[in-house]
């Protein structure tokens, strides 16, 4: 009988730790990469801009997603791409930042409907530049 006990308090320490162990191995994880992330929630937005007059692409313009304040910025080749959160409908704003470095242009908004809850949309935007 004092035997069939021994070996229950084995196996329910035996159990214990490796449930302890098992969660200091999640906690450690968690604190040095943190939680992870919900990218198959998050909708890509991305595009190209270029000049109204030349066509040529623009570096340096701010993209802003307008619901949930998301920015980025496109590349020397004009492209940009940014997250934002789920929704049906998204106003983007471009506007130039950098004043004279690639040229002025004026600010210009684009909407965006997504009715079928794609995970990318795409957007081309042509800017007009301001006259000197």
């Given amino acids: 009988m004092n035997n069939i006990i021994q070996k229950i308090k084995r196996l329910a320490y035996t159990r214990f730790f490796a449930l302890f162990s098992l969660s ?5 994880f968690q604190a040095c990469y943190g939680m992870p992330q919900d990218d198959w929630q998050s909708v890509t937005i991305q595009g190209y801009v270029s000049d109204s007059e030349t ?3 623009i570096s340096g313009i701010r993209v802003a997603v307008d619901q949930n304040g998301t920015t980025a910025f496109t590349d020397v080749e004009g492209f940009f791409m940014v997250r934002a959160e789920p929704n049906t409908n998204y106003d983007i704003i471009f506007s130039d930042v950098d004043g004279d470095e690639n040229g002025v242009y004026w600010e210009k908004t684009a909407s965006l409907t997504d009715s079928i809850s794609n995970a ?6 042509m800017l007009n530049p301001k006259a000197n």
Avoid at 24 to 28: E, K, L, M, S
């Fill in 24 to 28: 200091a191995v999640a906690f450690t």
């Fill in 55 to 57: 066509r040529e692409p």
């Fill in 120 to 125: 990318e949309l795409s957007l081309k935007v």
